[in-house]
């Protein structure tokens, strides 16, 4: 018999036991429930953080301007805040966004750490950051899929009714391609209320970047493939659907739950982050073993600079205020110290997700952890580039302060204040999403160990269906 | 015209020989009862006639198709009906028998059905009902209209008789003959002699994996049967 045709019969009544089984219907309805659920509070989530974040850029703003004269050091210290938008996808995959702070304090002589992490304001111990679609998809639909499928070819053996359909037609080749698509119709009718519900919030939430909306979507219909080939070759292999089913289950406690929380242990041991204490801490006893540069026996040396560049032979006949140079130098020692304190963080990040990314060897469910949060916009990646880009604007607006404080403070030094004109030309932080292409160089790694389990699934169907050939029932 | 043949169908497994050197020929309209104990080899030929297993050498012919060379042209010309006929629980029995015939790749038509289901008594009535419902002989009647709408050539059953109740047997070996004179070749596998005789139009006695005999069962009577089929069996255990 055709494959096609093979397909459309045994996939009709695969749909229809499956509907005709109260206990696999309650289980999927309260999967799409759970899976709506997650969609509506991560649309609230989303909501509230955008509408907080607009309201506190507002009043930061109200405060900044209307902070009267004051001198820009002081200003420099008065300060704002840099708040991080959340990206329409976080709506879908939350990332590392619960635990990772939406809002850096901008302020002279200190790179600040971000604060404000969601899961520090929620009420209960839950940690309801990673209730969402993709946690749904990640973690729960697996399960669902494992076990609805996992009798699709086992029990067929097992009640006879193999042989039957063997004996009337169905060539034992194109069973377990059938039996794939059939699983695969499920998984999808299963999928798509929740997929097509998250995409439609989160393309209502705000400006999606098509291409990544569309990958993102891509490569869940490749995990759900993934699934279901990895189902029907445990069923074809397994004599029995209790068999199949308990291997499926052990696989899922495995892949979903035991990896990746060992891996993250794992990396966190072979890479140990510091804490934040002992990190400010580190920083502070360096920017104090190096004193800046126009203190001590530089000071001298420094004014002798300044007076040259300026071709000047005495402090009093500089056209600028060398207090505000002073700053800028300052500002200049300390963004070194900070630039070699971040790297290393940033360094020891990059060998925790080297090392987590071993663990794929284990679990499919790890690279696609990374590709779903690379994509929304929420892994640590993302996180980086804000604090980087709100690091940037730090440096930005303090140098012009310490600029105006310069060129206006004159003899008056910091007894000199600035207008509310200055406040005003100070630009609001903006974050600029990252662009796609450089998001996808790094996720090719993990795409490729996508593929890569993809690739086994296959083979695993293929002896499965040599082995149905070879046997017979 | 012979529908199922084997020739020299010999099957070992492992050291054991399961099947030696079978040689029959069953014509459309012919009904071939092999009558043997367990381990006899009747389920073997079976099995090899549907291609489940491959001989080691020898042929099994369905309709002229070598079954191990092409098993979808010789499954196209069979029916087959297990000891417990396999349906799907949940699905009714139409929609059970709608599925096997598009895997046979037939349009079930409801008056084809319809039909084929009066021919073999089956209960009008239970038809729209779950087949995890019926009793064994109301599975076996199904299972027997399967091979039907398919318009298959020869059926082969196992035990198909074994653990009904006299009346609901008595039914279906009517219900047998009846088959077997609209034109198909019959093979059915029992250890119930007396059956064997109701049923069919040449008997096998197989032992140890051979045919050991043949017989015309209008020659015979039960107890004569019997005693055949017994000194058969004597002859093993000596």
Not at chain 1, 171 to 180: C, H, N, Q, R, T
Not at chain 1, 251 to 269: D, F, I, M, Y
Not at chain 2, 6 to 20: E, I, Q, S, V
Not at chain 2, 66 to 72: L, S, T
Request: include cysteine; charge should be neutral; proline fraction near 5%.
């Amino acid at each position: 018999m055709m494959t096609a045709s093979l397909y459309v019969s045994l996939a009709g009544k695969d749909w229809l036991e499956f509907r005709r089984d109260p206990r696999l219907v309650l289980m999927a309805v309260l999967v799409t429930l759970l899976a709506l659920a997650a969609v509506l509070t991560s649309w609230a989530r989303v909501s509230a953080h955008e509408a907080d974040r607009l309201a506190t850029i507002a009043a930061d703003r109200a405060t900044w301007e209307g902070q009267g004269e004051r001198n820009p050091h002081s200003a420099a210290h008065f300060s704002f805040w840099a708040l991080r938008p959340l990206a329409p996808m976080a709506l879908l995959d939350p990332g590392v966004t619960p635990h990772a702070g939406s809002a850096v304090w901008m302020e002279a002589h200190n790179r600040n750490p971000a604060q404000a992490r969601p899961v520090e304001d929620l009420a209960t111990g839950l940690d309801l950051g990673s209730f969402s679609a993709a946690w749904v998809m990640q973690t729960i639909m697996p399960l669902l899929i494992f076990v609805i499928g996992a009798g699709l070819v086992a029990r067929e053996r097992e009640r006879g009714t193999l042989r039957l359909m063997l004996a009337s037609g169905a060539s034992a080749g194109g069973l377990v391609p059938a039996k794939l698509g059939g699983l695969g119709r499920i998984a999808a009718l299963l999928a798509l209320p929740l997929l097509g519900a998250a995409v439609l919030a989160s393309l209502l939430a705000g400006a999606v970047q098509p291409a990544a909306l569309l990958l993102w979507v891509g490569v869940y219909a490749l995990w759900f493939a993934l699934l279901a080939a990895i189902t029907i070759a445990v069923s074809a292999l397994l004599r029995t659907a209790g068999q199949a089913q308990l291997l499926l289950i052990g696989l899922w406690l495995l892949a979903a739950l035991v990896v990746p929380r060992a891996g993250a242990g794992l990396a966190g041991t072979l890479a140990p982050v510091p804490d934040p204490g002992s990190f400010a801490t580190a920083i502070q006893a360096e920017l104090k073993a190096s004193p800046d540069p126009f203190e001590g026996d530089g000071a001298k040396a420094f004014e002798a600079d300044v007076m040259a560049r300026y071709k000047v032979s005495r402090l009093e006949d500089l056209p600028v205020n060398i207090d505000g140079l002073r700053l800028n130098a300052s500002e200049d020692h300390g963004d070194a110290v900070f630039d070699r304190a971040w790297a290393g963080l940033e360094a020891t990040y990059a060998q925790q997700h080297i090392a987590m990314r071993w663990t794929a060897l284990l679990s499919p469910l790890v690279p696609l952890q990374n590709v779903s949060m690379a994509l929304a916009g929420t892994d640590t990646a993302h996180q980086l580039d804000f604090q980087a880009q709100a690091e940037a604007h730090r440096r930005r607006v303090i140098r012009l302060l310490n600029l105006d404080f310069v060129e206006h403070a004159g003899a008056e030094g910091f007894d000199y204040k600035a207008s509310p004109a200055l406040w005003k030309s100070i630009p609001d932080f903006r974050y600029r999403p990252m662009p796609l292409a450089p998001v996808i160089d790094r996720i090719v790694p993990d795409l490729l160990a996508l593929a890569a389990w993809a690739g086994l699934a296959v083979v695993l169907l293929v002896l499965a269906s040599r082995r149905l050939v070879r046997q017979g029932v | 015209m012979t529908v199922l043949e084997a020739r020299d169908l010999t099957k070992l497994y492992g050291d054991h020989l399961a099947l030696d050197r079978l040689n029959i020929a069953v014509a459309a309209g012919e009904t071939l009862c092999l009558l043997g104990a367990n381990g006899a080899g009747k389920t073997t030929t079976l099995n090899l006639f549907l291609g489940f297993t491959a001989p080691t050498s020898g042929q099994a012919l369905v309709s002229g198709h070598d079954v191990a060379a092409d098993p979808a042209a010789a499954r196209a010309a069979l029916g087959y009906v297990a000891e417990v006929v396999s349906l799907y629980p949940s699905l009714s029995g139409a929609e059970n028998l709608a599925f096997f015939a598009q895997l046979a790749g037939q349009a079930p038509r409801a008056t084809q059905r319809d039909a084929i289901l009066d021919r073999l008594r089956f209960p009008a009535s239970a038809i729209a009902r779950p087949a995890g419902d019926y009793s064994k002989g109301m599975r076996q009647k199904l299972g027997l209209a399967i091979a039907l709408m398919k318009g298959a050539k020869a059926i082969l059953l196992d035990e198909p008789l074994s653990g009904l109740d006299p009346a609901a047997a008595n039914d279906l070996v009517a219900v047998l003959r009846e088959t077997a004179a609209g034109g198909t070749a019959l093979l059915v596998s029992t250890h119930d002699i007396f059956r064997a005789k109701d049923v069919a139009t040449r008997i096998g006695i197989m032992r140890h994996g051979r045919l050991v005999d043949t017989v015309d069962p209008g020659a015979l009577s039960g107890p004569e049967l019997e005693s055949l089929y017994l000194t058969h069996m004597a002859e093993r255990a000596a």
